[in-house]
């Protein structure tokens, strides 16, 4: 692997920078394999697992398993997940917000590694918005947030400028800014081919613009977690201290651990391969200046937009959960919305273009609810929900949507499960079942 004289004479002088050391890592150096755990599924993994010291939840894999044939990985128990971009975890507790009600925006967050990651340290009462500009991309969130069972986020599919229309309405934004890459050319080095300085310029004009409507939308007080996969100055000190210049944004410093690697910069914080176990990453916390005047965040909404309350549908309590949750019919679909955050969505609705909300149940018809794949993942689960549990080479099949030995198993809907894990529904008939598990989502290798 070659790296540009040009990319490697522009990071001479930044701290924790060394030359031949940096070249090491990518000539000589293999990336290595992270998950993070997701803490509400939880199951026993067959590989060897070392902490990230960084996170609670995060894990170096050792060998790299086949993640396509692992049950586990497709019933949501972990997100396979950059080390250095768990940092965020730090960042987060270390602002306090950790277990408050809170309103949060991850506004760039396909595929949905830190938007899965900040979900797992909301508290229950917090809403989640997690937004990609790119409609193409808004899929694979969308699955990505459905394995790890959320129900209090919505998913929504706008421009960053569309997000001042909520001013000083989230109280933590996380924003990934899409950047030239070359903190992942370890891992890709094809990315190596199309780093440019004139890339590197047009992606840090892009990340102001971005930054400045996050800002807007952010309320006093509130924190905001700028972070890239690159190394250039311009798309990270340098955002940084235009920033706090121009918007008279705070740094918000961060203690780590002397041992993890870490280098402290202006404004920031950077990683290096050959000092931490993880890929290229920088990070910084602006933390936006209080206001004497009090900010109205009321929500006013279309009152003509209704939700329907859960009672009208007493049959699904046989289903899901219906605890402090109400009801979203769109057409044959039902939705699943918690109570605390009806106006937040009927605000969004107006504002915004959300994609997807709380939990799709499935399809009413006659009475009677064909279920969602959404619904099996969701941890609004019904326990009375009739579940068949696979062994590892049944759950493989059912994953790759062949058919499964059913004999002797009750008719109608039930889960498959993997050591517990719920994986999709099956629909028993006479003698046979028909695998609902998503055809977009299958395994389409045989073996591995």
């Given at each position: 692997?070659?790296?540009?004289?040009?990319?490697l004479?522009?990071?001479?002088g930044?701290?924790?920078?060394?030359?031949a050391l940096?070249e090491?890592?990518?000539?000589?150096?293999?990336p290595?394999?992270?998950?993070?755990?997701?803490?509400?599924?939880r199951?026993?993994?067959?590989?060897s697992?070392e902490?990230?010291p960084?996170?609670s939840?995060?894990?170096y894999?050792?060998?790299?398993?086949?993640?396509?044939?692992?049950?586990?990985?497709?019933?949501?128990?972990?997100?396979?997940?950059e080390?250095?971009?768990?940092?965020?975890?730090?960042?987060?507790i270390?602002?306090?917000?950790?277990?408050?009600?809170?309103?949060?925006?991850?506004?760039?967050?396909?595929?949905?590694?830190?938007?899965?990651?900040?979900?797992?340290?909301?508290?229950?009462?917090?809403?989640?918005v997690?937004?990609e500009?790119?409609?193409?991309?808004?899929?694979?969130?969308?699955?990505?947030?459905?394995?790890?069972?959320?129900d209090?986020?919505?998913?929504?599919?706008?421009?960053?400028?569309?997000?001042?229309?909520l001013?000083?309405y989230?109280?933590?934004?996380?924003?990934d800014?899409?950047?030239?890459?070359?903190?992942?050319?370890r891992k890709?080095?094809?990315?190596?081919?199309?780093w440019?300085?004139?890339?590197?310029?047009?992606?840090?004009?892009?990340?102001?613009?971005?930054?400045?409507?996050?800002?807007k939308?952010l309320?006093?007080?509130?924190f905001?977690?700028?972070?890239?996969?690159?190394?250039?100055?311009?798309?990270?000190?340098s955002i940084?201290?235009w920033?706090i210049?121009?918007?008279?944004?705070?740094?918000?410093?961060i203690?780590?651990?002397s041992s993890?690697?870490?280098?402290?910069?202006?404004n920031?914080y950077r990683c290096?391969?050959h000092?931490?176990?993880?890929?290229?990453?920088?990070?910084t916390?602006?933390?936006?200046?209080q206001l004497?005047?009090v900010?109205?965040?009321?929500?006013?909404?279309?009152?003509?937009?209704?939700?329907?309350?859960?009672?009208s549908?007493?049959?699904?309590s046989?289903?899901?959960?219906?605890?402090?949750?109400?009801?979203?019919e769109?057409?044959?679909?039902?939705?699943?919305?918690?109570?605390?955050?009806?106006?937040?969505?009927?605000?969004?609705?107006?504002?915004l273009?959300?994609?997807?909300?709380?939990?799709?149940?499935?399809?009413?018809?006659?009475?009677?609810?064909?279920?969602?794949?959404?619904?099996?993942?969701?941890?609004?689960?019904s326990p009375?929900?009739?579940?068949?549990?696979?062994?590892a080479?049944q759950a493989?099949?059912?994953?790759?949507?062949?058919?499964?030995?059913?004999?002797g198993?009750?008719?109608?809907?039930?889960v498959?499960?993997?050591?517990?894990?719920?994986l999709?529904?099956?629909?028993i008939?006479?003698?046979?079942?028909?695998?609902?598990?998503?055809?977009?989502l299958?395994?389409?290798k045989d073996?591995?």
């Amino acid at each position: 692997m070659s790296l540009p004289s040009s990319f490697l004479d522009s990071l001479a002088g930044l701290p924790g920078y060394d030359r031949a050391l940096f070249e090491a890592a990518h000539t000589q150096a293999e990336p290595v394999t992270s998950i993070r755990i997701n803490p509400t599924k939880r199951v026993d993994l067959s590989f060897s697992l070392e902490k990230v010291p960084w996170t609670s939840m995060g894990s170096y894999v050792f060998p790299r398993p086949s993640f396509t044939f692992d049950p586990n990985f497709h019933g949501g128990a972990y997100y396979v997940q950059e080390a250095s971009s768990m940092l965020l975890e730090q960042v987060f507790i270390q602002t306090g917000l950790k277990n408050k009600a809170i309103r949060a925006l991850d506004l760039c967050a396909a595929p949905g590694g830190k938007a899965t990651h900040l979900h797992s340290l909301l508290a229950p009462e917090s809403l989640l918005v997690a937004n990609e500009v790119i409609r193409s991309r808004t899929g694979l969130l969308r699955d990505n947030m459905i394995k790890w069972g959320t129900d209090n986020v919505v998913i929504t599919q706008n421009d960053p400028v569309q997000f001042e229309q909520l001013p000083s309405y989230f109280d933590w934004i996380t924003l990934d800014a899409p950047c030239s890459g070359s903190g992942l050319f370890r891992k890709d080095p094809e990315a190596i081919l199309s780093w440019t300085p004139g890339q590197v310029n047009h992606c840090a004009l892009r990340q102001q613009r971005i930054l400045q409507s996050a800002w807007k939308a952010l309320k006093p007080g509130g924190f905001l977690f700028y972070a890239t996969c690159s190394y250039s100055v311009a798309e990270n000190e340098s955002i940084a201290n235009w920033f706090i210049k121009e918007h008279q944004a705070i740094f918000q410093p961060i203690q780590l651990d002397s041992s993890w690697g870490i280098v402290e910069t202006e404004n920031g914080y950077r990683c290096w391969p050959h000092l931490v176990k993880g890929e290229g990453f920088f990070f910084t916390c602006l933390r936006k200046p209080q206001l004497d005047t009090v900010v109205d965040r009321n929500i006013r909404v279309d009152k003509s937009k209704r939700i329907k309350n859960s009672a009208s549908y007493p049959s699904l309590s046989a289903w899901v959960k219906l605890e402090e949750q109400d009801v979203l019919e769109i057409g044959e679909e039902l939705m699943l919305l918690p109570k605390l955050h009806q106006a937040d969505f009927q605000l969004i609705q107006q504002v915004l273009n959300p994609v997807y909300a709380g939990v799709r149940l499935g399809k009413w018809l006659r009475e009677k609810l064909i279920p969602d794949h959404a619904l099996a993942l969701s941890l609004r689960l019904s326990p009375s929900v009739n579940q068949l549990a696979l062994d590892a080479e049944q759950a493989i099949a059912y994953l790759q949507r062949k058919e499964i030995n059913v004999s002797g198993t009750t008719k109608g809907w039930v889960v498959a499960s993997y050591q517990g894990l719920p994986l999709g529904w099956l629909n028993i008939l006479s003698g046979r079942a028909n695998n609902y598990y998503p055809k977009g989502l299958r395994i389409l290798k045989d073996h591995l």
